[in-house]
């Protein structure tokens, strides 16, 4: 045979060893999105699948993952596909495999009923046996053998039925059950985790190239799970919440838009119990911490960038802003309970809670508003600096106005972010329950002068006030029920509601930054 | 610094010497008038933030007369003001981070009384919270421990850094390094608003539907357990581990990448033997905000973990959960007086000074690499 034929012949080999790779990576990320299926019961373990139950029918596709996997690694071991694998897996899939080892080892024993000593000794040396078979072979049986064993482990207790709908586990010191519907889909996600890592490994031909493609395989996961966790998330939350949103909501009539949700208040007379005393709170919080925040943040921002000298000062300012933008939200609530409480007249108030989210959002103004500056090029303070324009000039008319994209964007995440705080207000601003239409603040006609000091007051300002988020939990600590029809369901509408507060802030917040930065390109 | 005293004290004295010099030449070379529309509006602020710390009824007074003279001062002397307001404007935050330490201590203040504890015959104020497990504020022997609650947060940590911090080192290296310009900007802003979405609502769901599964699914009693609040304050601190680490792994110059990769090295090769290796402190940093954000959750765990104050049994048991010390503070904080009210900002300020000295470590390590990668450009 000449040379030529053998490595067409190779290469043809390969190309259909390629397909048999990719089709087990595709097939292990089917089984992965039906396992997060049966977990959420959003499958049962119980359905029939082509005359069998589906966990003996996952339990099957497994174990032939298994099997495949481990054939890719004798394929490449025994030269029957050129591929590229180095000398061994390495120490990093080494201790990964140890650890899955030693976890499956202690948990088959501990289920078999095995005391301490035996679970551990079990799992040492299922641990010690996955090390040595991962480290000293060559890659391709390294890294196909550790984890096509996994599933074909599986997939046996799954096939034969050890682990099933029937199968439970009483974790007698725990005083907790695992029963076969949770154990099903968990055993099927990290086996066919594993599996589409090696089999991804093997698509690439092991090697540089192979734990290229093995990595990215995992990462791609990762990502499309947080996507799918967060459209997950809104979705549920707008599925619960529309019906108690958009109650009694109607188009036309005599108002032009009738929306009883957002601007009845709870009460009995009501016919659609509604937020609206909350949403007003939330609108208020919002406006006072903006009108303090903003000014201050933007403030410090500038004499930082534009006049203070680097030096102790601006470092111990830096180091304060960052302390500032760490510190738990619980404990701007306890501060704001102290500091500011006794100062507004002794109970919760608006603007105590007002000042205190102001206090938080203020190292968020701060350290973005810093940014956008510091991102103003210098060439434009120079060019207003040689037309003899004084300092301050050149501040307010060049440098600010090239910042106020950034600033701009950083206020409104900024603002998305304490919108939905609860427990700031929970300590320092509380209110009803279940607010009714008059309980909602009227700030701005509350104003009236006195004769004696502080000479200006603000009834409306000093009382205790419902916001979305302080509304939420509070209905969740009084068990979900109230004096209004349907309590889950407002619940629910609430929730939405305030979800819908915060990302309508960060939708204007990006789309802001797009505009600012599609015009900067142009 | 020098470790010289003597040195440093004419270093200092110098140093002031120079001060005083700049401020007699600022003196001088400023209009009068100006100089007294500062002064009147600098001591104007001070009285009314004395005034308001004293919680004087006056304090409308001096504030009025902060705004009136600032304002007057911004139309005849802008620049002046402007720098002078700036500044104060500057210091509020380092003022703001002083009044929250004063007043978080000084609140606990009875509380490390009450719970004195004498080692070696000296007795030591709080100690007595750290030295034994119970927490009962009702029933005698009325005592203050925070170590179940300590305990708790231990645990939410724990599960929370053990989800945030492999999945969101890996969203940041797809982010910075894997994902084409066109998925990135879908991607970026899918993890900020994940970063959005508000507390309490992930404690609705929880306790709506993740607290009655658990309890069916695990056949406990009641569904607080610590594996899934540890799971869902996980969820909520990757955005910040993300847009953190995707910081660091940025800033490492592309020059060092491309060398790898013009010697034939694959992607993930260059990010595994240069990205990462160089961003290592920056990615660290990152995982320690996220620990912060972590410790500091409140919401969430108020609304899953079932409020009793105790250890559970064993300590490794994740399918009970019963408080944190964020959660201590927002379900006590209200009922509570006296002595009891002051241990909930002891709580406080465990949690406080935690999560400042993780702060603080983070910024330490994140300036050594930015220092380090500025030596290699």
């Known amino acids: 045979m000449s040379r030529t034929t053998e490595t067409a012949l190779v290469r043809e080999g390969r190309s259909s060893y390629e397909g048999a790779a990719a089709t087990a990576i595709g097939l292990s990320g089917v089984m992965f999105a039906v396992g997060l299926g049966t977990l959420v019961d959003v499958l049962e373990i119980t359905t029939p699948v082509a005359g069998v139950q589906l966990s003996t029918a996952m339990g099957i596709v497994l174990l032939s993952l298994g099997v495949g996997i481990i054939s890719f690694g004798l394929a490449s071991r025994l030269d029957y596909v050129d591929t590229r694998p180095q000398p061994s897996a390495g120490i990093v899939a080494a201790i990964a495999f140890t650890g899955v080892w030693f976890a499956i080892g202690a948990l088959v024993a501990g289920a078999i009923g095995l005391g301490t000593v035996s679970w551990m000794a079990v799992g040492l040396v299922a641990g010690a046996v996955a090390f040595a078979v991962t480290a000293f072979p060559r890659e391709d049986i390294g890294s196909t053998l550790p984890a096509g064993s996994v599933a074909v482990l599986g997939g046996v207790a799954l096939t034969i039925g050890v682990i099933g709908p029937g199968w439970e586990w009483v974790l007698v010191s725990y005083n907790a059950t695992l029963f076969g519907d949770t154990a099903v889909p968990v055993v099927v996600m990290f086996a066919s985790l594993l599996t589409g890592w090696a089999a991804a490994k093997a698509y690439g031909g092991f090697g540089t190239r192979g734990r290229n493609v093995g990595a990215y395989v995992l990462i791609y996961l990762i990502v499309l799970s947080i996507l799918a966790v967060l459209v997950g998330l809104v979705a549920f939350v707008v599925v619960k919440g529309s019906p108690g949103l958009f109650h009694g909501f109607s188009i036309g009539g005599e108002q032009v838009i009738s929306w009883p949700f957002l601007t009845n208040g709870a009460s009995l007379l009501a016919d659609v119990a509604g937020v609206f005393p909350a949403l007003v709170g939330t609108v208020w919080l919002v406006i006072g911490a903006v009108l303090f925040a903003v000014p201050t943040g933007v403030g410090a921002a500038v004499f930082l960038s534009e006049y203070a000298e680097q030096g102790r000062f601006t470092q111990v300012v830096e180091v304060a802003t960052n302390g500032l933008w760490s510190t738990p939200s619980i404990v701007f609530g306890l501060f704001g309970a102290a500091f500011l409480i006794p100062r507004f007249g002794n109970n919760k108030s608006l603007i105590a809670g007002m000042l205190t989210l102001g206090f938080m959002l203020l190292p968020l103004v701060l350290i973005t508003s810093r940014e956008a500056i510091l991102a103003v090029p210098d060439e434009y303070r120079d060019a207003s600096a040689a037309l003899g324009v004084s300092k301050w000039k050149t501040i307010r008319s060049v440098v600010l106005p090239a910042a106020v994209p950034g600033i701009t964007t950083g206020v409104i995440l900024g603002v998305g972010r304490i919108a939905g705080e609860t427990a700031p207000i929970l300590l320092t601003t509380g209110g009803g329950v279940l607010p009714g239409k008059s309980a909602a603040p009227s700030v701005l006609g509350g104003f009236q002068l006195s004769a004696s000091p502080p000479f200006v007051t603000n009834p409306s300002l000093l009382e205790a006030t419902s916001a979305l988020p302080y509304q939420l939990y509070a209905l969740i600590t009084a068990g979900l029920s109230g004096n209004i029809e349907a309590p889950q369901q407002f619940a629910w509408g609430l929730a939405l509601t305030l979800l819908l507060v915060v990302l309508v802030f960060y939708a204007i917040g990006i789309a802001t930054r797009y505009y600012f930065r599609k015009k900067l390109h142009q | ?377």
């Open chain 2, 1 to 377: 610094m020098s470790s010289h005293t003597g040195l440093g004290i004419q270093d200092w004295r110098k140093h002031v010497e120079q001060r005083l010099q700049r401020t007699r030449e600022f003196v001088t070379e400023t209009e009068p008038a100006a100089l007294a529309i500062v002064i009147l509006s600098i001591g104007s602020l001070l009285t009314a933030f004395g005034g308001f710390l004293l919680a004087s009824s006056w304090t409308a007074i001096p504030f009025a007369t902060f705004l009136v003279s600032t304002g007057y001062g911004w139309i005849r002397h802008q620049a002046l003001i402007a720098r002078t307001v700036t500044f104060a404007m500057t210091t509020v935050t380092i003022v703001t981070l002083g009044l929250i330490v004063v007043f978080i201590f000084y609140e606990a203040i009875p509380a490390f009384q009450y719970e004195s504890a004498t080692v070696f015959g000296v007795s030591v104020p709080g100690l007595g919270m750290f030295t034994q497990t119970r927490w009962d504020a009702v029933t005698e022997p009325v005592r203050y421990s925070l170590l179940p609650m300590i305990h708790g947060t231990v645990m939410v940590t724990a599960i929370a850094t053990l989800v945030a911090a492999p999945l969101g080192v890996a969203a940041a290296l797809f982010i910075a390094e894997i994902a084409p310009p066109t998925v990135r900007e879908l991607v970026k802003p899918g993890i900020e608003i994940l970063a959005g979405i508000p507390s309490i609502v992930y404690g609705f769901i929880g306790f709506t539907v993740i607290n009655p599964w658990t309890s069916t699914e695990f056949a406990l009693n009641g569904g607080s357990t610590y594996l899934f609040v540890g799971l869902v304050v996980g969820l909520m601190a990757l955005p910040t581990v993300v847009s953190v680490a995707e910081d660091a792994l940025t800033s490492v110059p592309d020059s060092m990448k491309d060398g790898a990769l013009a010697l034939g090295a694959t992607d993930w090769q260059s990010m595994t033997s240069i990205t990462l290796p160089a961003a290592f402190s920056g990615v660290s940093a990152a995982v320690l905000l996220g620990v912060g954000r972590a410790i500091g959750e409140t919401m969430a765990a108020t609304v899953m973990l079932a409020g009793t104050q105790a250890i559970p049994d064993p300590v490794t048991n994740v399918f009970y959960g019963y408080e944190t010390l964020t959660s201590l503070i927002a379900r006590g904080y209200g009922s509570s007086t006296g002595v009891h009210e002051s241990a909930l900002f002891a709580a406080g300020i465990v949690l406080f000074v935690t999560v400042l000295c993780l702060s603080i470590a983070s910024q330490y390590i994140e300036a050594r690499m930015r220092r380090r990668l500025g030596g290699a450009e």
